[in-house]
């Protein structure tokens, strides 16, 4: 299925989402050929029970370096007018342009670089994690999650990871699976193989990549100052309703700090997204661009995004709002064009005014900044001993993942059951949600969604809109 840009705004336009090619909303051929490929995949599923691939990390590396030698409370401001932003843009230019005596190399210090002690103080500012940065303030060690990672029980190797458990971890935080796997499906142009590959490439990505610890650390686990400047904050929803991010380019300044630490942000808030919109299909992105530089976006990190956009995280966006009045722009994106597939293409929106973004985001859940009503809460909650206790709970953890385990066997059989009977029914009987078949389907997929629910309490840290109370019982957002 390809996407055009004249129904995307006529979405917007009309105020009515298409649902086409969505669960609930299949063809009768959409629904054989999800049939299919849920065929092949248990078949691949079968295969790769007892496989494991070896744990790259790129995006686990932290920054080691000793700040013992700092004072706890010493700050890096020159004065009192200078704020958190203002921080990092000086450590920046310390530390990457002419005339400092700190030369990077791929964003890289030399082992043989001494740093002043004004350099040091800007380096644990931009570098420190969110833990890091607890416990200095604390003055001691917080037990803000367990200091030992375990993948889980049936597979606790951290060397290398389970494909079978991969794939329904990933899967299993929707509220059907169905929810996930059809993204291929549609960014495949409903080719059934394509869509089986582009899954197993992306099961064996997230393993490679540890996304399940990258999970379990949360925004515990990643550099305080990304936060702290609030560059990506979940803000409210656009006209369709759906999820709406809000994104400060002029407050990305990935070359302050090592090109994996900002990687491991942006792969961090595409999960958080992911884990507390169970039910929501998509969500809008506006990228504000007011008061930007060249700087702000080097084309390495931009490529970055749009290969997550394209393969990890594909078909999870409604929307890409651009809003952007400078010629600066036009230079790096006819350098980024030719990498986007059509669909992501089609959902990339230029706005070089306000008045156009309205044309997708009503004034009250437009920023305050932009001119309108939301007043969100732009501030970062730092986490507390208290969320994450279920996490120190080994015996707790043991029995959620065996329900899991035993819930994800029902859902086999009963998606088994279906294949066979989707493939010998008329298409009358294809799509009706009372075949019997399909209703027991959908029943084992809710009590597996909610194994998995019960399950991330003991597997993940809870995160900001956590925090902020904007995530129900039911691991769904709670926006107005």
């Not at 995307?8 to 959409?30: I, K, Q």
């Not at 006209?239 to 090592?258: C, D, F, K």
């Not at 709970?393 to 899991?404: H, I, P, S, T």
């Amino acid at each position: 299925m390809v996407i055009s840009q004249a129904s995307v705004l006529n979405e917007y336009a009309t105020r009515t989402p298409s649902y086409d090619g969505c669960p609930g909303h299949f063809t009768a051929e959409e629904q054989r050929k999800m049939a299919k490929l849920w065929a092949l995949l248990l078949d691949y599923l079968n295969e790769v029970k007892d496989k494991t691939v070896k744990v790259k990390g790129e995006h686990l590396h932290k920054i080691s370096r000793d700040w013992s030698m700092l004072k706890p409370d010493e700050s890096p401001a020159l004065d009192e007018k200078e704020d958190d932003e203002m921080v990092t843009r000086r450590a920046w230019e310390q530390f990457t342009k002419g005339g400092s005596s700190i030369k990077r190399l791929g964003g890289l210090f030399s082992k043989k670089q001494q740093l002043t002690h004004e350099q040091q103080v800007l380096d644990r500012h931009v570098n420190e994690t969110t833990w890091q940065y607890v416990d200095r303030i604390s003055g001691r060690h917080v037990a803000l999650m367990p200091d030992e990672f375990v993948p889980s029980y049936a597979h606790p190797a951290k060397e290398t990871r389970n494909l079978w458990d991969t794939f329904w971890q990933t899967v299993t935080i929707k509220e059907h699976p169905d929810f996930w796997v059809y993204r291929y499906m549609i960014s495949s142009g409903w080719n059934v193989d394509k869509a089986l590959a582009d899954i197993k490439s992306v099961i064996e990505w997230r393993a490679s990549e540890a996304l399940d610890q990258i999970n379990y650390e949360g925004d515990v686990g990643i550099g305080y100052d990304e936060l702290r400047l609030g560059m990506s904050r979940l803000i409210g929803r656009d006209r369709l309703g759906l999820p709406l991010t809000y994104v400060r380019i002029r407050r990305i300044m990935p070359r302050a700090t090592e090109s994996h630490v900002f990687k491991r942000y942006l792969v961090t808030d595409f999960e958080m997204t992911q884990n507390v919109t169970r039910t929501d299909i998509r969500s809008t992105i506006l990228y504000d661009f007011t008061g930007f530089s060249m700087d702000n976006t080097p084309l390495a990190m931009i490529l970055f995004m749009v290969e997550l956009g394209m393969k990890p995280y594909a078909e999870s966006t409604s929307v890409l709002i651009m809003l952007v009045d400078s010629w600066l722009f036009s230079n790096l994106w006819s350098l980024v064009r030719p990498f986007l597939d059509v669909n992501l293409g089609a959902r990339i929106i230029f706005a070089k005014t306000v008045d156009e973004v309205r044309k997708f985001i009503d004034d009250d859940q437009l920023p305050v900044e932009l001119g309108g009503s939301n007043t969100f809460a732009a501030d970062y909650v730092l986490p507390t001993e208290e969320e994450n206790k279920k996490m120190f709970d080994v015996d707790g953890r043991r029995a959620a993942e065996d329900m899991w385990r035993k819930r994800i066997a029902e859902f086999e059989v009963a998606t088994k059951e279906w294949t066979v009977a989707i493939a010998a029914a008329g298409d009358s009987k294809v799509l009706d949600a009372e075949l019997p078949s399909t209703a027991r389907r959908d029943a084992a997929a809710g009590e597996l969604g909610r194994a998995e629910l019960a399950l991330n309490k003991f597997t993940r840290t809870r995160n900001i809109l956590e925090r902020r109370g904007m995530v129900g019982e039911d691991g769904n957002l709670v926006l107005p």
